[in-house]
Nanobody, 118 residues
Framework: QVQLVESGGGSVQAGGSLRLSCAAS????????LAWFRQAPGKEREPVAF???????FYPGSVKGRFTISRDNAKKTLYLQMNSLKPEDTAMYYC????????????WGQGTQVTVSS
């Protein structure tokens, strides 16, 4: 099992950048697929980036070309580099993890707030 803690959120102007980090503790993360999700008030939670155990990545169209997910297994840390931020990116951002053999993201961080002003 792993415990996840996000950091790096804050307030930025449209067009700015932020780098989110997710520190894992407990089990090594080498066998876990990782992801970032976000949820704005009154809206459904949505995925923004995925990275598997081979560091293969996937992004939905809303963030593709602007966000980059990466992982450092030795540091047990997941990252999300966010560039060209838009007001619609404003949300609570969560990191999540699942064992490579599972279809469910069972482990979640507490979230870090990202606010983008126009």
């Amino acid at each position: 099992q792993v415990q996840l803690v996000e950091s790096g959120g804050g307030s930025v102007q449209a067009g700015g950048s932020l780098r989110l980090s997710c520190a894992a503790s407990g089990a090594p993360i080498t066998t876990y697929s990782l992801a970032w999700f976000r949820q704005a008030p009154g809206k459904e939670r949505e995925p923004v980036a995925f990275i598997d155990t081979a560091s293969t990545t996937f992004y939905p169209g809303s963030v593709k070309g602007r966000f980059t997910i990466s992982r450092d297994n030795a540091k047990k840390t997941l990252y999300l580099q966010m560039n060209s931020l838009k007001p619609e990116d404003t949300a609570m951002y969560y990191c999540a993890a699942r064992p490579s053999w599972s279809a469910e993201y069972n482990y979640w961080g507490q979230g870090t707030q990202v606010t983008v002003s126009s």
